[in-house]
């Protein structure tokens, strides 16, 4: 593909992830995918090339774009060589128009910066939100040390905070090194890994994993229990909770007992655990606004009216959650937001409405304390941003 090509196909990408953001269609990566499975033509180095341009475009532009024409004109008015390839030859973007208006660049919708910064995160925080994120690993002290993961890697270096944390060189291809292959190493944020620290589960507890998804926290809940005690992942979507079994049969992983649960009768299926377990852990579906690093597209696909039903979701699974905690236990609510909409606010309502609950000190490598519980954010901790609280429930 020629230079000018190229940026056509970007335009034509961007297209396609502005629908499907204004439409919950799929993700921006997901699409790529396509966009190349059906162009066999394209070589590495064009889909390189053309996602490059694709990530350039959604990182700066803060508001959904019009089209991904717009988008891409935001990015050449900052470099001069690339508006030149808007040059109407075969394959090509047609040429800038004196009357076009490009994307304005921005960090978030507004309405969105004003939610950040009414829960406490300033203006310095925001750059950090849409950088590029590491690429981090857990190591699975069951099938390898930190010492050999590190020297088996080029590059790897040990993740900044979390004591069983690798961080990788980017483009870094995991799935092809012997080591994920033999279930020593899973991708896994190093805020992700670190939160999940607050849980304190020991060998011997009953845990529930109660948004388990594809089972990230679920491997390293059962890596701190050592395969002794009773671990329970749950979750409502089923492609999903179907990863986790053979990621757990690559970690040498056999104590994980699923359970995939129907949509409005999840505590049917969990009734018989009412009471049992030491720890809840809480992994919340959320705005995923501490994650824009990952996802920049993210941004695109927010409302006021999706925070709302999400918050309605929260509530009802901290409910949820607290009926299986058993007297004394602990419930461990995360979400990978940094809106006090999602994290603080409804912890600090369920304390107030369920006398005899506390909430507990957390004391974790990273992170500050914010409200009930304990905030991590990009700009300051260099992880993907959390909010957890640690819960405990009358004895």
């Known amino acids: 593909m020629t230079p000018s090509a190229r940026l056509q196909a970007a335009i034509e990408l961007l297209d396609a992830i502005i629908i499907a953001a204004r439409e919950s269609g799929a993700a921006a990566d997901t699409l ?69 208006f490009a994307a304005a660049p921005g960090v978030a919708p507004g309405w969105l910066l004003d939610k950040l910064r009414v829960s406490g995160l300033g203006p310095e925080e925001y750059p950090a939100l849409i950088d590029r994120a590491p690429l981090d690993i857990r190591v699975n002290r069951s099938r390898a040390d930190m010492a050999q993961v590190i020297a088996a890697i080029p590059g790897a270096t040990p993740s900044p905070h979390a004591p069983d944390g690798v961080r990788l060189p980017p483009g870094t291809q995991i799935e092809q090194l012997d080591l994920w ?25 009953t845990v529930i994993d109660l948004c388990a998804g594809a089972g990230g926290k679920t491997l390293a809940l059962a890596a701190a229990m050592h395969g002794e005690g009773r671990l329970i992942a749950a979750d409502i979507d089923r492609n999903r909770l179907s990863r986790l079994a053979p990621r757990a049969a690559r970690a ?29 852990l809480i992994d919340a579906p959320c705005s995923g606004t501490g994650t824009w690093r990952r996802n920049p597209e993210a941004r695109w696909r927010l409302s006021p009216t999706r925070i709302e039903r999400l918050m309605t979701a929260q509530a009802g ?8 905690v058993k007297p004394g236990g602990v ?6 937001s940094l809106l006090d909409d999602e994290g603080a606010d409804p912890v600090t309502r369920f304390i107030a409405a369920n006398p005899g609950w506390q909430t507990l000190p957390i ?22 941003g959390f909010f957890v609280a640690r819960l405990r429930s009358p004895c």
């Open 32 to 100: 790529i995918a396509r966009y190349f499975a059906e162009r066999r033509y394209a070589g590495s180095g064009d889909r390189r090339a053309v996602r490059e341009l694709v990530y350039a475009a959604i990182r700066l532009a803060g508001e959904r774009p019009a089209h991904g024409r717009a988008a891409m004109l935001a990015v050449a008015k900052a470099d001069p060589a690339l508006a030149a390839l808007f040059d109407g030859s075969p394959h090509a973007p047609a040429p800038i128009g004196d009357r076009e």
């Open 181 to 205: 292959r033999d279930g020593a190493i899973e991708v896994q944020d190093e805020g992700s890994q670190i939160v999940t620290l607050a849980a304190g589960v020991a060998p011997g507890m």
């Open 252 to 280: 040498g992983v056999s104590t994980i007992d699923t359970r995939l649960l129907d949509p409005g009768r999840e505590a049917e299926k969990l009734a018989d655990l009412n009471a049992m377990a030491d720890v809840v």
């Open 317 to 324: 699974l901290i409910a949820l959650g607290a009926t299986l």
């Open 331 to 336: 419930l461990l609510y995360i979400v990978c």
């Open 363 to 384: 004391d974790l490598p990273a992170g500050r304390a914010h409200g009930p519980g304990v905030r991590l954010t990009p700009y300051h901790d260099s992880t993907d």
